[in-house]
């Protein structure tokens, strides 16, 4: 994955949040998870690393604002 940028974090309430899976279908269940509870920029798709099991989503969360918003 690439390297977090600063711009995600910088402010308090902001975050970046990495989620390893065995599967897709995990990884996009927990995003719908906290997308329900928080304000989330969501991630569309995965990613697998070689030589790591599972894969991989990041999705960057807003607690300032609400969800949905």
């Known amino acids: ?4 940028h600063h711009t995600h974090v910088e402010q308090p ?3 970046v949040v990495e989620v390893a899976a065995a ?3 995990t990884a996009l269940a ?3 998870l906290i997308a329900a509870r928080c ?3 969501a991630a569309d798709r995965t990613t ?3 030589g790591e099991p599972g894969v991989r989503l ?5 607690l300032r604002q609400e969800p949905g918003s």
């Open 58 to 62: 990041r999705f960057f969360l807003d």
């Open 39 to 41: 304000a989330i920029a």
């Open 23 to 25: 599967d897709d279908e």
């Open 13 to 15: 309430g902001l975050a």
């Open 30 to 32: 927990v995003q719908e």
């Open 1 to 4: 994955m690439r390297p977090i």
């Open 48 to 50: 697998r690393e070689p």
